[in-house]
Nanobody, 126 residues
Framework: VQLQASGGGLVQAGASLRLSCTASERTFSRYTMGWFRQAPGKEREFVASISRSGRATVYEDSVKGRFAISRDNAKNTVYLQLNSLKPEDTAVYYC????????????????????WGQGTQVTVSS
């Protein structure tokens, strides 16, 4: 599975961005999808995950109420809407896929994911 992330950029605090991640896999709906981020000098951390159908989502506490994960299985794409951005949200954002069929799961752990995209840079200025 190849994942291509896009949508990052340089924005001011309080602005919004929408990240997209498109998968090459036609059986995209069999995968739990996740977003992670890595700031300079820090470890990669969990941001959000969405189950195969999109019925279940989970978020890291610091982004709850500001970020929203969604997916369009017909387009093989997962999205991350970033609202009310803060300078501490600055990081490279990575999408990831984990085969979970037939279960309907969200996943928080880096080691649970099988495939990773190349990352897209989000920079938030104060």
């Amino acid at each position: 599975v190849q994942l291509q992330a896009s949508g990052g950029g340089l924005v001011q605090a309080g602005a919004s961005l929408r990240l997209s991640c498109t998968a090459s896999e036609r059986t995209f709906s069999r995968y739990t999808m996740g977003w992670f981020r890595q700031a300079p000098g820090k470890e990669r951390e969990f941001v959000a995950s969405i189950s195969r159908s999109g019925r279940a989502t989970v978020y890291e506490d610091s982004v709850k109420g500001r970020f929203a994960i969604s997916r369009d299985n017909a387009k093989n794409t997962v999205y991350l809407q970033l609202n009310s951005l803060k300078p501490e949200d600055t990081a490279v954002y990575y999408c990831a896929a984990a085969f979970s069929y037939p279960r309907e799961l969200t996943m928080r752990g880096l080691g649970e994911y099988d495939y990773w995209g190349q990352g897209t840079q989000v920079t938030v200025s104060s």
